[in-house]
């Protein structure tokens, strides 16, 4: 589970429909958590508002758990400074944050999703892992996870989706494997 912050920006009236969809990939700066790699959404509906977001997460126990129950909703103070600047650097017209989240993500160490059986109860097919980015690929994920589910053979391998890699598995017991994948 990765946490994944996004917040919503004042934009100036005259400019609000100026503002694309876009995605801006920088280099990364580790030191700083940076991961370089921003988006942003348009305004939606009558809100003189766009959202930035980032799409990556620092390699700290901070943003990256195995458990819900050891995510943290409140934004970190870092990362909303980072995306701050990074509005502030690359935006005409963009006023105050309006708000700031931290959500969560569901992603493998390898951030390829799982498509599989649960081993401890086959009856029991799963899709998870899909990090903001299974939405694009929804209709060819549906059919097969039907495909999973009827016992059919899959119309594309899936195997590189097992919930057997070592990246995903966690041992009875909660132990994590130590493993460099």
């Given at each position: 589970?990765?946490a994944m912050h996004?917040?919503?920006?004042?934009?100036?009236?005259?400019?609000?429909?100026?503002?694309?969809?876009?995605?801006?990939?920088?280099?990364?700066?580790?030191?700083?958590?940076?991961?370089?790699?921003?988006?942003?959404?348009?305004?939606?509906?009558?809100?003189?508002?766009?959202?930035?977001?980032?799409?990556?997460?620092?390699?700290?126990?901070?943003?990256?758990?195995?458990?819900?129950?050891?995510?943290?909703?409140?934004?970190?103070?870092?990362?909303?400074?980072?995306?701050?600047?990074?509005?502030?650097?690359?935006?005409?017209?963009?006023?105050?944050?309006?708000?700031?989240?931290?959500?969560?993500?569901?992603?493998?160490?390898?951030?390829?999703?799982v498509l599989d059986?649960?081993?401890?109860?086959?009856?029991?097919?799963?899709?998870?892992?899909?990090?903001?980015?299974?939405?694009?690929?929804?209709?060819?994920?549906?059919?097969?996870?039907?495909?999973?589910?009827?016992?059919?053979?899959?119309?594309?391998?899936?195997?590189?989706?097992?919930?057997?890699?070592?990246?995903?598995?966690?041992?009875?017991?909660?132990?994590?494997?130590?493993?460099?994948?």
């Open positions: 589970i990765w996004w917040g919503h920006y004042r934009v100036q009236e005259e400019l609000k429909h100026k503002y694309p969809q876009w995605f801006c990939f920088r280099k990364e700066v580790p030191e700083k958590w940076d991961g370089g790699l921003y988006y942003g959404f348009p305004v939606e509906g009558d809100d003189s508002m766009i959202k930035v977001g980032i799409d990556f997460c620092p390699e700290d126990p901070e943003f990256r758990m195995r458990r819900m129950s050891d995510y943290n909703y409140t934004p970190n103070s870092t990362i909303v400074n980072l995306i701050d600047d990074f509005v502030k650097e690359n935006w005409k017209g963009v006023g105050e944050r309006v708000d700031m989240y931290s959500n969560p993500y569901t992603c493998t160490r390898d951030q390829y999703f059986r649960l081993r401890e109860k086959p009856e029991i097919c799963l899709f998870t892992g899909g990090c903001g980015r299974a939405f694009k690929f929804a209709p060819l994920l549906g059919k097969l996870l039907a495909e999973k589910a009827l016992d059919l053979p899959p119309s594309y391998d899936i195997a590189p989706f097992s919930a057997e890699r070592d990246c995903v598995r966690m041992p009875a017991g909660g132990v994590e494997r130590t493993s460099s994948t």
